[in-house]
Each structure stands twice: as structure tokens, then as C-alpha cells.
């Protein structure tokens, strides 16, 4: 038998390899670019609005047994009872509410598109905002509608409005608060949003921790909202778990599009052990909540520096003049600080830099770094 021919190489096979995909590969997503996620080893990581604690060695131990006693060598249950009750307790989510769970929330805002929208059909969102709002409609052959905040990153209502009315939005997406910006926008804002849509209002609540309010227990008396959160805010980002509540007929239907055991046995049991320690995680988001403040006045004084206020574990800061937002970025990332850089995002993140609130130590390296970056300058 002769030996398998190893694959050829070279500008001829590339080339064709190209050709290929071309004539495969949407174009649209040819001309994506895919999420970037940037090395962090042996850095300060400011870039991701992660928890910068980790979980007690207590909370470890009990994750490690409910993990060692999971079942690998079955799929995952068809039902989550067990996990939906802990996560009703957790959160306060309603009884009357239907509940799903996601990978991450990142995965829940692709259903709710996927479910909703026919090709051409309208997304919206203010913007900017969650750049997931925009892909999974893209993805999903649906067409995005980002209505611009004001000059000073607020919600520009009447803007709103008049896109809604314009486009007849299928699902519209609010950030509460909003990432980038960290702005929360005013409840009666959001409800003249959520009485003028037509179809759906997704409240994306993935900061609520920080915020210190929520629209979660008024989700029976809100048809044609939901809400829509995830655990990696709050010290769990590697668990990769979100979960949408919404009236019980919405939840059905994005149920149909959920890919089978979407949620992995490893995760729901570690995440029914955590669960079981919700004071830690409470306690987690409270320290952040307190440290956002001095770190933004701290932010603040720095000169040619502005900073937006921010309900969640994060600061929008502006950097004008020189350096600006793109030579701070580069200089932090040489002293091994991330921080995530909007400044080409969109015209109005111009010179804005995103950046988590990390622990005391973290929090005083970067404002360190930013003196002596600003300084020699």
C-alpha cells in the first residue's frame, strides 16, 4: 500500500487553499477579524472586567469533590432542575419566569437572534456597546442598527426612538450598565425604550453586581423583556455560564434553537458547589464596588486624563493630547499592564482606554505606571 502523499506546500498550494475558501466561506466572515483574546502570563490583567480574587480554598475544595463525582462518561442531564432551583435562590430570579442557561451569555444573545430574525431583519442597540450585539447579528444574517450615544457616552433617547419607530427592530439589546462606557441608563429611559419596541427587549445585566439595581423582579409585569445575565463578572469567567430569564413562551422558543447539552456536566457542578458560597462571591463584588471610586479619582487627576462614570468593575478613561490613548496603551503593555484600548473602536472612544478595577496592589501598579508614562512625556 503506498504511503499517504504529504500535503503540498508552497505559494501554488496556498493559493488554492485561498481560492477555496473564497469560493466557500461567506464573505462577510472573510472579512471579520475573530475575538481577540491577549496573552496575560506573568502580567497585571486589567483588560477583561474579570474578579481579580480567586475563590477561597474552602470554595476550592467542595468544587473539587462536586467535580471529581461528575459522571464524564455521560452527557450531560436533559434537564437542569437540580441547577435551575440554586440559580433561582442565587439571583432572585422570579418564579413566574422561564429560565435558560447558555456558555456564557456570549452564546444566549446568538439564540435570541437566531430565534428572532429572518435575514435582514433589525437589531439594535445603542452604541457603542457589546460587540457581541453586532456580531451574533451578523453572524445570523440579521442587520444591525448601533443608534450613537451623545458626545459625553449617554444615552441619546429621542435618537433611540426614532430608529425604533424607523426600523422596526426585531430584538433590541440594552447594556445596564454599558460596556464600554460603564454609563446605566436612567429606568424611565428604558422603559419608553421597552413600551416603543416592537418585538423583544433584551436588558443585559452582565455588571448588575456593581450597579446595585436590577430589573430582574419587575421581569413579570415586562412581557416582551428579558433579562439577561452571566456568573464571569463575579469571580467565575472560566465556567463560561450565562442564564436568560423571560417570560416562559420567549424561553421556549430560544430552548429550540439551543444546541443539545450545551452546558457541560463539569460546569454545573462546579457551579451548583459555588453556589452553595454565594456570601464569597457577594463579598468579592462589594470589595470592587468600593475600589471603583478612589481608583477613578485617582484616574481623574492624572493630567489630560478624563474618566466617565461607571456602574460597573470598570473605568472608561480618556487620555487627550499626547500620549494619547493608543501610546498609553503600548507603553502599559510593555510594563506587562492590560488594559483594553478603544481608541479605533468607534469616533467616540477616541483616546479611551477600559480598565478593570484589579486588587489594592494591581489598582496602585497601573496609576504607578500611568505617572511615570505621562510624566516622561
Same mark, same amino acid.
Given at each position: 500500500?503506498?504511503?499517504?502523499?504529504?500535503?503540498?506546500?508552497?505559494?501554488?498550494?496556498?493559493?488554492?487553499?485561498?481560492?477555496?475558501?473564497?469560493?466557500?466561506?461567506?464573505?462577510?466572515?472573510?472579512?471579520?477579524?475573530?475575538?481577540?483574546?491577549?496573552?496575560?502570563?506573568?502580567?497585571?490583567?486589567?483588560?477583561? !472586567?474579570?474578579?481579580?480574587?480567586?475563590?477561597?480554598?474552602?470554595?476550592?475544595?467542595?468544587?473539587?469533590?462536586?467535580?471529581?463525582?461528575?459522571?464524564?462518561?455521560?452527557?450531560?442531564?436533559?434537564?437542569?432542575?437540580?441547577?435551575?432551583?440554586?440559580?433561582?435562590?442565587?439571583?432572585?430570579?422570579?418564579?413566574?419566569?422561564?429560565?435558560?442557561?447558555?456558555?456564557?451569555?456570549?452564546?444566549?444573545?446568538?439564540?435570541?437572534?437566531?430565534?428572532?430574525?429572518?435575514?435582514?431583519?433589525?437589531?439594535?442597540?445603542?452604541?457603542?456597546?457589546?460587540?457581541?450585539?453586532?456580531?451574533?447579528?451578523?453572524?445570523?444574517?440579521?442587520?444591525?442598527?448601533?443608534?450613537?450615544?451623545?458626545?459625553?457616552?449617554?444615552?441619546?433617547?429621542?435618537?433611540?426612538?426614532?430608529?425604533?419607530?424607523?426600523?422596526?427592530?426585531? &430584538?433590541?439589546?440594552?447594556?445596564?450598565?454599558?460596556?464600554?462606557?460603564?454609563?446605566?441608563?436612567?429606568?424611565?429611559?428604558?422603559?419608553?425604550?421597552?413600551?416603543?419596541?416592537?418585538?423583544?427587549?433584551?436588558?443585559?445585566?452582565?455588571?448588575?453586581?456593581?450597579?446595585?439595581?436590577?430589573? !430582574?423582579?419587575?421581569?413579570?409585569?415586562?412581557?416582551?423583556?428579558?433579562?439577561?445575565?452571566?456568573?464571569?463578572?463575579?469571580?467565575?469567567?472560566?465556567?463560561?455560564?450565562?442564564?436568560?430569564?423571560?417570560?416562559?413562551?420567549?424561553?421556549?422558543?430560544?430552548?429550540?434553537?439551543?444546541?443539545?447539552?450545551?452546558?457541560?456536566?463539569?460546569?454545573?457542578?462546579?457551579?451548583?458547589? &459555588?453556589?452553595?458560597?454565594?456570601?464569597?462571591?457577594?463579598?468579592?463584588?462589594?470589595?470592587?464596588?468600593?475600589?471603583?471610586?478612589?481608583?477613578?479619582?485617582?484616574?481623574?487627576?492624572?493630567?489630560?486624563?478624563?474618566?466617565?462614570?461607571?456602574?460597573?468593575?470598570?473605568?472608561?478613561?480618556?487620555? %487627550?493630547?499626547?500620549?494619547?490613548?493608543?501610546?498609553?496603551?503600548?507603553?502599559?503593555?510593555?510594563?506587562?499592564?492590560?488594559?483594553?484600548?478603544? %481608541?479605533?473602536?468607534?469616533?467616540?472612544?477616541?483616546?479611551?482606554?477600559?480598565?478593570?478595577?484589579?486588587?489594592?496592589?494591581?489598582?496602585?501598579?497601573?496609576?504607578?505606571?500611568?505617572?511615570?508614562?505621562?510624566?516622561?512625556?
Amino acid at each position: 500500500m503506498n504511503a499517504a502523499r504529504p500535503p503540498e506546500r508552497g505559494p501554488a498550494a496556498a493559493e488554492a487553499v485561498a481560492g477555496r475558501i473564497a469560493g466557500t466561506v461567506r464573505a462577510d466572515i472573510r472579512a471579520l477579524a475573530a475575538y481577540a483574546v491577549a496573552p496575560a502570563a506573568d502580567g497585571i490583567k486589567l483588560d477583561a !472586567m474579570e474578579c481579580p480574587y480567586e475563590l477561597p480554598e474552602t470554595v476550592r475544595e467542595d468544587i473539587a469533590r462536586a467535580v471529581r463525582d461528575a459522571a464524564l462518561n455521560r452527557y450531560p442531564p436533559g434537564g437542569t432542575g437540580a441547577l435551575d432551583q440554586d440559580v433561582r435562590q442565587a439571583f432572585g430570579i422570579p418564579a413566574e419566569a422561564g429560565l435558560l442557561f447558555g456558555n456564557g451569555s456570549d452564546e444566549l444573545i446568538h439564540l435570541i437572534v437566531q430565534a428572532c430574525c429572518e435575514p435582514g431583519d433589525a437589531v439594535m442597540s445603542p452604541w457603542p456597546s457589546f460587540v457581541y450585539f453586532d456580531m451574533a447579528a451578523r453572524f445570523d444574517h440579521a442587520r444591525f442598527v448601533g443608534v450613537p450615544l451623545t458626545d459625553s457616552l449617554e444615552l441619546d433617547l429621542p435618537a433611540m426612538l426614532r430608529a425604533i419607530a424607523q426600523h422596526r427592530p426585531k &430584538v433590541v439589546f440594552l447594556a445596564l450598565p454599558n460596556n464600554p462606557t460603564g454609563g446605566l441608563w436612567p429606568d424611565q429611559a428604558v422603559q419608553a425604550i421597552i413600551d416603543a419596541a416592537p418585538g423583544l427587549v433584551v436588558l443585559d445585566e452582565a455588571y448588575q453586581p456593581f450597579a446595585g439595581q436590577t430589573w !430582574m423582579p419587575r421581569l413579570p409585569a415586562l412581557p416582551n423583556v428579558a433579562v439577561l445575565r452571566t456568573v464571569s463578572k463575579i469571580g467565575l469567567a472560566g465556567l463560561r455560564f450565562g442564564y436568560l430569564a423571560g417570560h416562559p413562551d420567549w424561553i421556549a422558543q430560544f430552548d429550540k434553537v439551543r444546541p443539545p447539552y450545551n452546558l457541560n456536566v463539569l460546569t454545573q457542578a462546579a457551579l451548583r458547589a &459555588v453556589l452553595r458560597h454565594k456570601p464569597v462571591l457577594d463579598a468579592q463584588a462589594a470589595r470592587l464596588r468600593a475600589d471603583r471610586a478612589p481608583l477613578a479619582a485617582a484616574l481623574a487627576a492624572l493630567p489630560g486624563v478624563s474618566v466617565f462614570p461607571s456602574a460597573g468593575n470598570f473605568v472608561l478613561a480618556r487620555f %487627550s493630547g499626547q500620549p494619547d490613548g493608543n501610546a498609553v496603551h503600548l507603553a502599559l503593555k510593555t510594563r506587562k499592564i492590560l488594559v483594553k484600548n478603544f %481608541s479605533g473602536a468607534h469616533p467616540l472612544l477616541a483616546g479611551c482606554l477600559r480598565i478593570s478595577v484589579g486588587t489594592p496592589a494591581e489598582n496602585a501598579a497601573l496609576l504607578a505606571a500611568l505617572q511615570d508614562i505621562l510624566r516622561s512625556h
